[in-house]
């Protein structure tokens, strides 16, 4: 019924709110943790977060409720990537509810049932109850929608959607109070001290001067370096951090056997377009034929400028009714229209409505006759919301007398739309659609503009068999060549590029922005190094071949796993002892940078107006242990050889100049505290999430 239809829009509009804070669950940091093996794990569940195990019926629940919510948002299928992204909102939900369960009931935080009717019904509902009652055309709350989805919500049976929905905005709109709590309770205990404040200031305003010799690493070559493992260790040891692996990944090397659509292929679609809007011209029967020949079954109802595809709408509402556009050629598709009416009508409608089944009232004459007899009551004064509690089937709207509050262009279905926008105000008119008939009466109309009905037909550009078929051809000639040892050489030989792609996580969708079907990376992490993927894997417009090069298990990684990501930096500091040697023995007898200069063959370089709180030397780079260095030094002292990111430097301060003192170190403070504040339920999560015992299993499901 229209309501119905009504309804599911709104529904999707109140989860919203769900996403919304999933989002800013997924801002705050990497939240995936893995625990054993994925392969290795509960079969049935999708993971668990402290000893709570999460089913994936209950998972695949939300997750499909949050897809369809993207569907309705964008208007048509999803790709791989938005059910990915799916998946990762409703598991960041998770991850964030489950967190912050256990710390707010150790402390004893919670949300009561009259904070909460506040927050639902009170003069300053939370942001997420507003957001999702939010008026179309003004933009701002609409009290009057909350009130009618609550009540409408509240007359649905059991186990009908709407009331999943209104649950998952109601837990989430308890989460994000009981969050910002918490985050109150942490921002309340962030002091910063005058001392603090000071040394603040004086780190951003404090300028020093100071020349500098820079022994650059480049200046060595790297076959005059000799690397021991002794090197190494010594600096694993000392960045140990860095290596640690906060899930477990693996590395591919792989082939991408490109099939997207050709010139030819676009001619191909073009061609097709073309005969179609010939067609279309000529036809007495716009909607149908649309219906029949369209990829994509757009509704066929009366819309705004802005609301149909870009490019179409720029041509549908400068030309007379019966006129065919395009063919246009937007996101990948060729599209076409025919403009079969237009008219100035309201943007959106008021309206009250009562439903009869015709099942029950005798078949579709005797309903009708009815639905003559209630309209004629009601224009000689009865009252349309007693006559809608005595008549109408649709227990969502009754008790409210019928009233379904304001909807815009395309909330309903089209059969109710169009007697509803064509309808004056204060009129009543009767609509059949496929839920029955509906006694309809319009009580507002807002808003006025030029609307444009047409059918619309597209096709999509896709590659043609013998596209598909070359770039097959070329992915099974390189597959049947290779085994574990030639990967590299087959591709040279057949003159293939062979892409590489590292740490690679469970649920990723694409390698190095090249969209990759999920099975892919799943065979990733049951193989073992050095194989070849067990077939062609296919996606939408690629024929992908892969060998896995690494494989990373969570956290600490030893030495010989990340021997080569450190290679670079353990030759600069091998290199550095030797700068450091060169530059100690040039210092001996010096009393001054230039002298020092003098003997290394080097020129003092000037850096001026530099910062601690900007450790950057113009021209070079970050240098923070060089910069750190400069704000303990004495004038005109000459310092020992400092190892930096681009060589070794020695440096001298010619003076600094000190800022005069804040006269309001309340403002200081203030400034401080709100930086720390901004950052402290990051950390506080961070820290909740290191402490949690977090098991996903995802990628076994999606």
Do not use: C
């Not at 000893?51 to 948002?73: S, Y």
């Not at 009652?133 to 009618?148: A, C, E, K, M, V």
């Not at 992490?525 to 993927?533: H, R, S």
């Amino acid at each position: 019924m229209g309501f119905m239809n009504y309804l599911r829009n709104r529904a999707g509009v109140v989860i919203v709110g769900f996403i919304g804070f999933a989002i800013v669950a997924f801002l705050l940091g990497d939240i995936i943790n893995y625990g054993t093996p994925f392969w290795a794990r509960h079969q049935n569940q999708v993971g668990s977060i402290n000893g709570e195990a999460i089913d994936i019926n209950e998972f695949n629940a939300q997750v499909d409720q949050t897809t369809e919510m993207f569907r309705q948002q964008m208007g048509g299928t999803l790709n791989p990537q938005m059910k990915s992204y799916a998946v990762q909102q409703v598991w960041n939900q998770y991850l964030n509810r489950e967190l912050l369960k256990s710390e707010v009931e150790r402390i004893g935080l919670s949300v009561g049932k009259a904070e909460l009717n506040e927050l639902v019904q009170g003069d300053n509902p939370s942001m997420q109850i507003q957001q999702a009652f939010r008026n179309p055309q003004t933009g701002q709350f609409d009290r009057d929608q909350l009130n009618n989805f609550i009540s409408q919500v509240g007359a649905l049976p059991q186990g009908h959607e709407a009331h999943g929905q209104w649950e998952a905005l109601l837990q989430n709109v308890i989460d994000e109070r009981t969050s910002t709590k918490y985050t109150n309770l942490i921002n309340n205990s962030v002091y910063v001290t005058s001392l603090e404040a000071t040394e603040e200031y004086n780190q951003r305003n404090k300028l020093a001067n100071f020349e500098y010799v820079l022994l650059d690493y480049n200046s060595v070559p790297d076959s005059a370096v000799t690397l021991s493992e002794q090197d190494y260790k010594e600096y694993y040891n000392e960045n140990k951090g860095v290596f640690k692996n906060p899930e477990e990944t693996r590395s591919l090397e792989y082939i991408v056997f490109d099939a997207s659509p050709t010139a030819q292929d676009t001619a191909r679609v073009r061609t097709t377009i073309e005969e179609l809007k010939a067609q279309l011209t000529e036809s007495t029967t716009d909607s149908l034929f649309a219906a029949v020949n369209s990829d994509t079954k757009y509704p066929y109802v009366f819309r705004k400028q802005g609301e149909f595809g870009p490019a179409l709408d720029t041509l549908l509402f400068g030309v007379p009714v019966g006129t065919t556009v395009g063919p246009v050629l937007a996101n990948g598709r060729f599209e076409i229209a025919k403009v079969v009416d237009t008219k100035v009508g309201p943007d959106s409608v008021k309206a009250s409505h009562i439903l009869l089944n015709p099942a029950t009232e005798g078949g579709m004459d005797k309903a009708k006759a009815k639905a003559d007899s209630i309209k004629g009551l009601i224009e000689k004064g009865e009252s349309f919301a007693a006559l809608a509690v005595q008549f109408s089937v649709d227990e969502g709207s009754k008790i409210n007398g019928g009233e379904l509050g304001t909807f815009a262009r395309g909330m309903m279905v089209p059969a109710f739309e169009n007697a509803a926008f064509d309808a004056k105000e204060g009129e009543v008119v009767i609509a059949t659609s496929q839920f029955g008939i509906h006694i309809i009466k319009v009580n507002d109309q807002i808003g006025s503009s030029r609307v444009v009905k047409a059918a619309v037909i597209d096709k999509p550009v896709n590659s043609g068999r013998e596209t598909l078929d070359s770039a097959y051809s070329k992915a099974t000639q390189f597959f049947g060549e290779l085994d574990a040892a030639n990967f590299q050489e087959s591709a040279t030989q057949q003159g293939l590029s062979v892409r590489k792609a590292d740490d690679i996580t469970a649920m990723e969708t694409t390698l190095t922005g090249v969209e990759v079907p999920r099975e892919l990376v799943r065979w990733a992490f049951d193989a073992d190094k050095g194989d070849i993927t067990d077939k062609i894997y296919e996606s939408e417009t690629n024929y992908i071949v892969a060998r896995l090069t690494g494989i990373r298990e969570k956290g600490q990684l030893p030495l010989d796993v990340v021997k080569s990501d450190m290679e670079s930096a353990v030759r600069n500091r091998v290199k550095a002892k030797n700068l450091i040697t060169q530059a100690t023995e040039a210092a001996n007898g010096a009393t001054s940078i230039a002298q020092i200069g003098q003997k290394l063959n080097k020129t003092a370089s000037l850096a001026e107006n530099i910062v601690f709180a900007n450790p950057v030397i113009p021209g070079v780079a970050q240098e923070n242990a060089v910069v750190g260095t400069v704000f303990g030094l004495q004038p005109k002292q000459p310092s020992k050889p400092i190892r930096g990111s681009q060589g070794v430097y020695i440096v001298e301060v010619a003076s600094f100049v000190n800022p005069a003192a804040p006269t309001d170190l309340s403002a200081q403070k203030q400034q401080i505290s709100q930086s720390l504040s901004q950052r402290t339920w990051s950390l506080a999560f961070r820290a909740l999430q290191d402490k949690a015992d977090v098991v996903d299993n995802r990628a076994r499901f999606f």
